[in-house]
Structures are given as structure tokens and as C-alpha cells.
T-cell receptor, first 114, second 112 residues
Framework: GAVVSQHPSWVICKSGTSVKIECRSL??????MFWYRQFPKQSLMLMAT?????????EQGVEKDKFLINHASLTLSTLTVTSAHPEDSSFYIC??????????FGDGTRLSIL | GEDVEQSLFLSVREGDSSVINCTYT??????LYWYKQEPGAGLQLLTY?????DMKQDQRLTVLLNKKDKHLSLRIADTQTGDSAIYFC????????????FGGGTRVLVKP
């Protein structure tokens, strides 16, 4: 069965809207989750590490005020794309994994900003 | 530094074997992974190998690891049309915490 649930799977919205994506760990409590962005025909780019109960750790070049991450519980992390613009259109994927264990990925969220 | 490289594309006939190759630079990883991504979907963990192993077989999948050359391969026997996807190899270097480093992905096209 699924280890990670990601919702929604597809969002279309107008420019300037904020969009929230949820990532849930179904099988275990996750102190750490990861958020990735994927452009068409490219590999995954790590955006940030979501840490339960503390601030997320962002990769270089990722705007933390643009991509807000909240990890309020051991089973839920959210990524909010604030004031989204067409250049934010992408495929966003989360992953969950225990240390030294394989990471499991959500099904991804396709975000389209008009 | 951390760098994982894969060939971009592989075309194979249904029923043949596919071999996808990957090279990596950081030898500190405990495990190396293969993920599969179908169009519009997330990543599915296919298999992984412990770094002190040379080979792992799981049904139609065979993973070979050459630590000396830092080379990882995934062989799919009796390739089916449902195997058409992008395949990513990945590692977690010890210095990276639990963060995956991905290759660029190999697009496999299976022709009937």
C-alpha cells in the first residue's frame, strides 16, 4: 500500500493565488520530509527539507518566502506556493524516509498557473 | 563532490533485456537506489542495493554494483511495454544527511 499521500494531484489557478500542497506519511512518523520540484524532462531538484517542529532547511537558490513549508505534525508537511506566477508552474513531489532507509515518494502535484 | 550521471535514452524491443547504467562519484553512500517514474506520476522505488554487495536480484530486476569503478547498473529481463518510463539512480552520501542525490534519469522506450 501507499506509504506517502500527496494532495492535490493537479491544480490550475490564476496568477497571484497561493496554493497549498499536502504531504502525509501514512506508515510511520516522519520527523523529516523532503520537497522536490521537477521540470519537464528533467530530474528532481531538491527544494527544501521539512523538519517537524522547526524551520525548514532550504536549498541554495530557493526562496523561503515564496515556498512556505510547515511541518506541524509527524505525519503532515505542507508546501505553500505564495502569490504563484506562471514560472512557478511545475511538478512538485514530496518524499518521506527514515534514516538509512529508502525514501518513498508521493504521486506528485502538477501545478499550472495561468 | 556529489554527481550522479546516467545516459539519457534507451530504446529496446519487447521481450529483450534492458540495461540502464549509472556512475556516481561519492563512495560514502550506504545504499544506492533505482526509482521508476511513469508519465505524470511520482517516483516508485524499484530496488536498492547495499554498498557492500556486488549484485542483487529481484524477479526481473538485477542490480550490479562495481564499487571500484563507481558504476551501478539495472538490468530488466524480458522487458515489457509497461516498463516504458524514466529510471533514476540515486544515492545518499553520508555528508548529505538523508538527502538523495539523483541522476538525470534514463528514458526507456519499449517497442512492441
Amino acid at each position: 500500500g501507499a506509504v506517502v499521500s500527496q494532495h492535490p494531484s493537479w491544480v490550475i489557478c490564476k496568477s497571484g493565488t497561493s496554493v497549498k500542497i499536502e504531504c502525509r506519511s501514512l506508515d510511520f512518523q516522519a520527523t523529516t520530509m523532503f520537497w522536490y520540484r521537477q521540470f519537464p524532462k528533467q530530474s528532481l531538484m531538491l527544494m527544501a527539507t521539512s523538519n517537524e517542529g522547526s524551520k525548514a532547511t532550504y536549498e541554495q537558490g530557493v526562496e523561503k518566502d515564496k515556498f512556505l513549508i510547515n511541518h506541524a505534525s509527524l505525519t503532515l508537511s505542507t508546501l505553500t506556493v505564495t502569490s504563484a506566477h506562471p514560472e512557478d508552474s511545475s511538478f512538485y513531489i514530496c518524499s518521506v524516509g527514515q534514516p538509512n532507509q529508502p525514501q518513498h515518494f508521493g504521486d506528485g502535484t502538477r501545478l499550472s498557473i495561468l | 563532490g556529489e554527481d550522479v550521471e546516467q545516459s539519457l535514452f534507451l530504446s529496446v524491443r519487447e521481450g529483450d533485456s534492458s540495461v540502464i547504467n549509472c556512475t556516481y562519484t561519492d563512495s560514502s553512500s550506504t545504499y544506492l537506489y533505482w526509482y521508476k517514474q511513469e508519465p505524470g506520476a511520482g517516483l516508485q522505488l524499484l530496488t536498492y542495493i547495499f554498498s557492500n554487495m556486488d549484485m542483487k536480484q529481484d524477479q526481473r530486476l538485477t542490480v550490479l554494483l562495481n564499487k571500484k569503478d563507481k558504476h551501478l547498473s539495472l538490468r530488466i529481463a524480458d522487458t515489457q511495454t509497461g516498463d516504458s518510463a524514466i529510471y533514476f539512480c540515486a544515492e545518499i552520501p553520508k555528508a548529505a544527511g538523508n538527502k538523495l542525490t539523483f541522476g538525470g534519469g534514463t528514458r526507456v522506450l519499449v517497442k512492441p
